[in-house]
T-cell receptor
Framework: QKEVEQDPGPLSVPEGAIVSLNCTYS??????FMWYRQYSRKGPELLMY????GNKEDGRFTAQVDKSSKYISLFIRDSQPSDSATYLC???????FGSGTQLTVLP | ETGVTQTPRHLVMGMTNKKSLKCEQH?????MYWYKQSAKKPLELMFV???????ENNSVPSRFSPECPNSSHLFLHLHTLQPEDSALYLC???????????????FGPGTRLLVL
């Protein structure tokens, strides 16, 4: 079983839609949960960082961690074409990454 | 220049060539990393350096040889590579290599490598 599972997509949504991106992980010892965003021809950039369970909000982005079900989510409200990118979830330790979900927001 | 820079951005090499990838971070961090990113696969951690000392080597073939002369520079020396080594090679840095700060990594733009 992979340590982190992520649906690769691709996912296309209309502008203004709410986007839900998800990952599952296998090791209940993980404490840090991250979402990275990677634009085409760029390296990943840290988007959201959560320690332990709960929600964290930053503008249009909300990261959610459910440790009981080993499930992490990223919600994007009022999605914009500029949000089109590949979104990578990552968990500690050793920053284990999912394979990424390619998101396209259509104008 | 700010952040993490990598050169070259693109590289094409034959299987008998020797080349080097360079990474430089301008963030004052003490830890640096090399990752391999292949299409549809998760990022694979290759090497971790903390204060110029290699602290992790994740079963990477010896045809990849890292070098960290100081905390701001990291190299990946390549020799006798195989076509399956074609990928995007990403460098990252973080304040330290352990604890929560390790998770806040800053990535460079990567070097896209094609091995013929």
């Amino acid at each position: 079983q992979k340590e982190v599972e992520q649906d690769p997509g691709p996912l296309s949504v209309p502008e203004g839609a709410i986007v839900s991106l998800n990952c599952t992980y296998s090791n209940s010892a993980f404490q840090y949960f991250m979402w990275y965003r990677q634009y085409s021809r760029k390296g990943p950039e840290l988007l959201m960082y959560t320690y332990s369970s709960g929600n964290k909000e930053d503008g249009r982005f909300t990261a959610q961690v459910d440790k009981s079900s080993k499930y992490i989510s990223l919600f994007i409200r009022d999605s914009q074409p500029s949000d089109s990118a590949t979104y990578l979830c990552a968990v500690s330790r050793q920053l284990t990454f999912g394979s990424g979900t390619q998101l396209t927001v259509l104008p | 220049e700010t952040g993490v820079t990598q050169t070259p951005r693109h590289l094409v090499m034959g299987m008998t060539n020797k080349k080097s990838l360079k990474c430089e971070q301008h963030l004052g961090h003490n830890a640096m990393y090399w990752y391999k990113q292949s299409a549809k696969k998760p990022l694979e951690l290759m090497f971790v350096y903390s204060l110029e000392e290699r602290v992790e080597n994740n079963s990477v073939p010896s045809r990849f040889s890292p070098e960290c002369p100081n905390s701001s520079h990291l190299f990946l020396h390549l020799h006798t590579l195989q076509p399956e080594d074609s990928a995007l090679y990403l460098c990252a840095s973080s304040p330290v290599a352990s604890g929560g700060a390790r998770e806040t990594q800053y990535f460079g733009p990567g070097t896209r490598l094609l091995v013929l």
